[in-house]
């Protein structure tokens, strides 16, 4: 399996911009996860799902932020309009339907300046 | 709720010396304890996991760590420091099993 995939890998854009990071779960995967990383918060869950549905969006910061998940191998996390403060680095993670193991399988991570 | 404490956000160690990487957790039911390992520029990987069972942990790369209940502990050690260990280091906690909450991250220095 070729893991989980994020697109893009590096994304720059000017404050008010819509940014969209994509993400395809490894296969098989019932759970998806999306985390932003900064150097001041650390890791942060912004949302998770289950079977493509909305689990807990506690963690996303504002309205300014959505998340899909259409299809179990394809998410999106969107924000509209884009701020500086946003800058970081999105992490998409995926977890197989197992019971209790709590193993994340982490992308490579989508990197956002906003200008 | 749970929540993690890593001591010490940098950590330098020579080569060839112990590495012990500290980590403290809160949670209000038996913790699931997990300590992840991050490569620059790349997404993190599990490197051992606690659920249930034996308290010493066995990982990947010669890690293993030690869950001790008494201390709200899961320190994360290897005996011998090798240069590709350096990287960060994040130890999580689940209350339920699908909600990690991470701490804020160990930096690994390995001096020649």
């Known amino acids: 399996d070729a893991g989980v995939i994020q697109s893009p890998r590096h994304e720059v854009t000017e404050m008010g911009q819509e940014v969209t990071l994509r993400c395809k779960p490894i296969s098989g995967h019932d759970y998806l996860f999306w985390y932003r990383q900064t150097m001041m918060r650390g890791l942060e869950l912004l949302i998770y799902f289950n079977n493509n549905v909305p689990i807990d969006d506690s963690g996303m910061p504002e309205d300014r932020f959505s998340a899909k998940m259409p299809n179990a191998s394809f998410s999106t996390l969107k924000i509209q309009p884009s701020e500086p403060r946003d800058s970081a680095v999105y992490f998409c993670?995926?977890?197989?339907?197992?019971?209790?193991?709590?193993?994340?399988?982490f992308g490579e991570g989508s990197r956002l300046t906003v200008l | 709720a749970q929540s993690v404490t890593q001591l010490g956000s940098h950590v330098s160690v020579s080569e060839g010396a112990l590495v012990l990487l500290r980590c403290n957790y809160s949670s209000s039911v038996p913790p699931y304890l997990f300590w992840y390992v991050q490569y620059p520029n790349q997404g993190l990987q599990l490197l051992l996991k606690y659920t249930t069972g034996a308290t010493l942990v066995k990982g990947i790369n010669g890690f293993e760590a030690e869950f001790k209940k008494s201390e709200t502990s899961f320190h994360l050690t290897k005996p011998s420091a090798h240069m590709s260990d350096a990287a960060e280091y994040f130890c999580a906690v689940a209350g339920s099993a699908r909600q990690l909450t991470f701490g804020s991250g160990t930096q690994l220095t390995v001096l020649p």
């Open positions: 993670a995926s977890s197989p339907g197992l019971a209790d193991t709590g193993e994340l399988f």
